[in-house]
């Protein structure tokens, strides 16, 4: 699939709201085991450190550091996705639709390109609904792709999709981001990126 190009620097937000986010859940753990620690020592003394082993308290260090890898592996995978402006990495391409307010709709196209021997029978493609780095969230449902099935893409050849997004009347304003997969490469979604406007004051 091919698009436009890269995400503008301030969707690098999100990336600091996942850094945040898996910091505090790998801290939890750390700080419940600190708690388990200093009752067996209050209980036993300095010297008792066999009850540390039980209730699984030595499993919730080694859940605190898989904690910790988890959403490391995360932050690297948003920050491939969510690149700054003027980067450019085609395993993620990107489609940025035209800016739009609440209750408006707003849509653009990208291509699929079959480039091997052979016709591909059977393209499915499906889009996600969008969400925004303070957790607002449009739907699947206010989002199309058209069309949603390609019956044979003979070889050497490209077909056009055009997606759109019908935004919400209630829908607050900010800078959203979904995927577009398909099943001929279930590995490499495409990212969508819509800004959406606080709408304009009306005249007197």
Known sequence: MTAGPGL?????????????????????????????????????????SAPLDDAGSGRMVDTAVAMAGAWSRLVDATSTLLRSEGAHDEATPTLVLPATEPGSGTGASFWIHNTTSSAAPGIGLTVSGLVASDGHRIGADALS??????????AGTSQEVRVRVVVPAAQPAGCYFGLVMTSAAPAEPMVLRLAVRAPRESGP
């Open 8 to 48: 503008a620097a301030g969707a690098w937000d999100l990336v600091g709201e996942v850094q945040r986010f898996g910091l505090f859940s790998a801290a939890a753990v750390v700080d419940r085991y600190a708690e388990i620690v200093d009752r067996a020592i209050s209980r036993h003394g300095p010297a008792a």
């Open 145 to 154: 792709v058209v069309p949603d099935r390609v019956g044979l893409l003979a």
